[in-house]
């Protein structure tokens, strides 16, 4: 083979670039690539900057409704029991639907415009570009996350003190919700990523991502059978609320430990992206 | 260098491509033809491992496209214009590409010089004519200065200027002795282009080997005749063996012969006088219209002429 490879006489072809030795795929390189694939779509920026004003927004609402709250006797003892950290995070479940619609965009928009050609063109490998997206996914959502929570933290400072409910930064109550808030968004993330990988479709994966992830709680909420709820309680939304409770409010049936919430949660993340890279490397592209 | 043995793939029932063998030289330009459908696309896809075979194989230098180690260094394609995230700019797609690889900044900037989008770089690229499109995508392919390079329907949508740019740019990288491997529906520009080509009908191997050498063996050429005695030199024709047509008076075209006989052999034979003698050539269009007419998988029907001829039969 190498004796055919060599023929014709190549000039200019031998002299061209004096670097191409170093021309090579390296995880780094293919991570870089997918960075600037995130950072120069608009679409980027829209997903990042609604997840975090739809958080600091509902953290917002919720101190702001503490003084209807305190109006009403019925519920005005329930303020003591609370814990501010999860005031500031009770918009977590909207940041969900705004970053799970980035995950899956991040596989499926590829597959949508036939981007994913030139991709798996540079990386024949395919499994490297799917890592390098679950990394670069992590990373903005982590970021996200921080800019939002301490965005709610410092805009909800004003009400909560009057509760005398701004979360002590020396309380490991606080650093569990806001933990729990971050566990839970990376998961949602990462779950819609990997669900975007096997479907494809933007629509078909965001319909699928979104119901698991928010919709089927609710639906399923209205059935009193006790094996439905046992399944409910493992669903992603119900499993990451118990991650951002302080403990105090841990009566209300259903929850699984924090243990089993984590790994729940780390399932939700690992088994849909898993499942996606066995079949990645058969399927047609 | 691209080899294919016995590749093929089938989808359910239909098979796409069926047991294709055949080898692209370096330092050509190969054109690939076939009607839609015919299974280029999928044969293209499968040389990039983008698409698995079904069975058989198929190497770029030597080895599966998927076993390089830098594949953007050894082959550039352009599988479709729309390979773009039509919400990203020139620039950062390329520069995406190029990442993956390592490939230095400068080296995107001068692939966009190159395929002249300097002055688009920057805008995104949804808002690009299929013209740009297509100089994007060529960017691309350029963009790891391969040894090899596929390239499907490059010209398609472009302007003649940039018809001509490809024509030269595809000439000189096969003039360095890299593998050009290009599709196109445009025969003229095929027969400009290409030195060798390789057709395929219904995913089968309809014609390969050198431009002139594929045009000869469907259609043999013909002779273009004008006597003022037309009459009596297509019967001296005939007689010798030549299917004689006649497109108007006093002009015979003739096949299965050659100028020189008409003119020699008939003509002075017989005495009778010419006007004009002139070999003509089949253009690839012709060539290629006769190879491909059994394998043609979505062809139009001419409407006008079918009810004219119901017509005609009702009268």
């Known amino acids: 083979m ?17 670097a191409a030795a170093q021309v090579q795929p390296t995880f780094a390189g293919v991570v870089r690539g997918e960075w600037i694939k995130l950072l120069s779509l608009r679409s980027t920026w829209w997903a990042l900057a609604s997840t975090a004003a739809v958080i600091t927004l509902v953290a917002l609402a919720a101190a702001a409704s503490l003084n209807a709250m305190a109006d009403d006797p019925a519920l005005a003892p329930g303020i003591e029991q609370m814990h501010g950290a999860e005031v500031i995070s009770s918009g977590f479940h909207f940041g ?10 991040l596989i499926t928009g590829e597959y949508a415009t036939g981007l994913i050609r030139s991709t798996f063109a540079a990386v024949p490998t395919r499994i490297p570009v799917l890592a390098a997206k679950a ?30 409910l701004v979360p002590a930064l020396d309380d490991p109550g606080t650093w569990r919700v806001f933990g729990g808030t971050l566990y839970s968004l ?19 994966s965001l319909t699928a991502a979104l119901t698991v ?9 209205f059935i009193r059978l006790d094996w439905v709820e046992t399944i409910v309680s493992y669903l992603p939304l119900p499993a990451s609320s118990a991650l951002l409770t302080t403990g105090a409010v841990e009566t209300q049936g259903a929850y699984l430990s924090a243990q089993a919430s984590l790994i729940v949660m780390a399932a939700y993340a690992v088994v849909p992206i898993a499942a996606a890279a066995v079949t990645l490397h058969r399927r047609d592209a | 260098m691209i080899e294919a043995r016995e590749l093929t793939k089938r989808y359910g029932d239909t098979t ?32 990039m491992g983008l698409d698995r075979p079904t069975s058989g194989t198929v190497t770029v230098n030597g080895k599966p496209y998927r076993q390089h180690r830098a594949p953007l260094r050894e082959v550039g394609a352009l599988l479709e214009a729309s390979a773009v995230h039509p919400g990203r700019s020139a620039r950062s797609h390329l520069r995406s590409m190029a990442a993956t690889h390592n490939i230095k900044a400068s080296r995107v900037s001068e692939v966009i010089e190159m395929t002249g989008l300097a002055g688009v770089a920057t805008k995104r690229v949804g808002g690009f004519s299929l013209g740009m499109g297509q100089r994007l995508g060529i960017a691309a392919a350029l963009l790891g200065d391969p040894r090899t390079l596929i390239l499907d ?31 196109s529906h445009l025969m003229s520009e095929m027969s400009q282009t290409a030195d060798h080509l390789l057709v395929i009908g219904r995913g089968r191997i309809i014609a390969a080997g050198p431009v002139q050498q594929v045009i000869d063996s469907v259609a043999g050429g013909a002779v273009r005749v004008r006597s003022p005695r037309a009459g009596e030199l297509a019967a001296a024709l005939a007689a010798d063996g030549a299917t004689v047509t006649s497109p108007e008076a006093g002009m ?11 003119g020699d052999e008939v003509a002075f034979r017989n005495g009778l006088l010419l006007h004009e003698l002139s070999p003509r050539r089949a253009s690839l269009e012709e060539a290629y219209m006769s190879l491909t007419q059994d394998a043609v998988e979505y062809r139009a029907h001419t409407t006008t002429t079918t009810s004219r001829t119901a017509k005609a039969e009702n009268q």
């Open chain 2, 16 to 47: 796409a491509v069926h047991s294709l063998s055949f080898t692209i030289a370096p330092g050509t330009v190969t054109g690939f033809l076939g009607p839609n459908g015919a299974g280029k696309s999928t044969t293209m896809r499968m040389i």
């Open chain 1, 213 to 221: 992830l928010l919709l089927l709680p609710g639906i399923l909420s």
């Open chain 1, 135 to 164: 990394l670069t996914l992590v990373v903005l959502t982590a970021a996200v996350t921080l800019v939002s929570v301490t965005l709610s933290y410092f805009l909800t400072m004003p009400r909560l003190s009057q509760y005398d």
């Open chain 2, 252 to 262: 015979l075209e003739v096949s299965g012969t050659t100028a020189e006989h008409v």
């Open chain 2, 153 to 183: 329907e490059p010209v398609n949508g472009l302007d003649p200027e940039g018809v001509q740019w490809v024509r030269q740019l595809v000439r000189a990288l096969a003039a360095e002795g890299r593998t050009v491997f290009l599709s």
């Open chain 1, 2 to 18: 190498s004796t055919l490879t060599a023929d014709p006489p190549t000039t200019s072809h031998a002299a061209t670039p004096p």
């Open chain 1, 96 to 105: 969900m639907l705004t970053i799970a619609v980035l995950g899956a965009l």
């Open chain 1, 186 to 204: 990376i998961s949602a993330a990462l779950f819609s990523l990997g669900v975007g990988t096997l479907l494809r479709s933007t629509a078909a």
